[in-house]
């Protein structure tokens, strides 16, 4: 079994990839290529969004909405620590100071309760995460940042294709940040991302940074970077965009199977209990695209140990909260994050992605129920 096969979904779209691939080939324009522009409206109206901007990679997406903020030294961006390393990696390497605050229990992402008392003169920015493919509570985060004239980054970098009472993660915020990383719900073959925002200035401003800080040829009124999406992934992206709300459909039913499986075999919910083996809440006004399916377990190592020996792989989102690894440690409060502490030491993921046949849920189910009882 695999914990993501991409195979089958190149199988689907193997004649209109090579397809649009062999038109890259064919016009030679490799860097800013006209896939570029196709695929920034494309994603743009998905999100129902006014602007796209193709980047590089996900953590790039990042960097360059924190630095179209003009987010620098000293300053302040508030986050969470129960996440991938990049989201706090961007705001560090500005300079800035990741301000980690604890996460919700239930959905894994930033506590709103929690946001307001961190706000200080240096606060710049707020940056929820909608981890494993759930939206953070955007209206409240937006909310608070309202209050404090703030603006709010999402990481989507795992939530493409979610909703949000009833809107798409990246349309939900001031600027909202995705990843075309391989395994992520909206992968390239190879490295790549996006930035979405409704506004203008906002929009050029990260047109720019993505582009060496450039307005016009050999014209740099900014710091920016090398950011650029490449013609040939935002060719791939065309090609999967055609299957992808039917991918995100599939990603929905086989997250629902396997919490039904696992609750038929005793599971509780996260937000019914806090131990035992639990799988996901997703809250009613959201719908996932499940980039990770990830259960509480007591015991991680013996259950990893027993899927593993089954033949079924699992990955553990993420094993060390941000503000406990040594590059992030100094920068660090000393109040600590326990229920990001509990999370990490307690979450397995398993295997997942659109084509995940029901018999190898089931087995998945049987095995891991049976090694956490
Ligand atoms: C994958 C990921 C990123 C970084 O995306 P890349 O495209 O790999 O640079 C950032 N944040 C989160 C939450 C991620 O999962």
Redesign the pocket.
Known sequence: MQFIDLKAQQARIEAEVQARIQAVLAHGRYIMGPEVAELEQRLADYVGVRHCVGVS??????LVALMALDVGPGDEVITTPF??V??AEVIALLGAVPRFIDIDPVTYNLDPGRIESAIGPKTRAIMP?S?YGQCADMDAINAIAARHGLPVIE?A??SFGATYKNRRSCGLSTIG?T???PS?PLGCYG???ACFTDDERLATLMRQVMNHGQDKRYSHPRLGINGRLDSLQAAVLLAKMGIFPDEVERRAAAGARYTALLQACGANSTGDAADGLLTPHIAPHNTSVY?QYTVQTDDRDAVIARLSAADIPTAVHYPIPLNRQGAYAHLCRPDGTPHADRAAARVLSLPMHPYLPAEDAERVAEVLAGAAA
């Open positions: 990679s996900g953590t790039d997406a990042l996440t991938f990049a989201t995460v981890l990481d970098a795992q940040c990843s075309f990383f992520k490295d790549g991302g980039a």
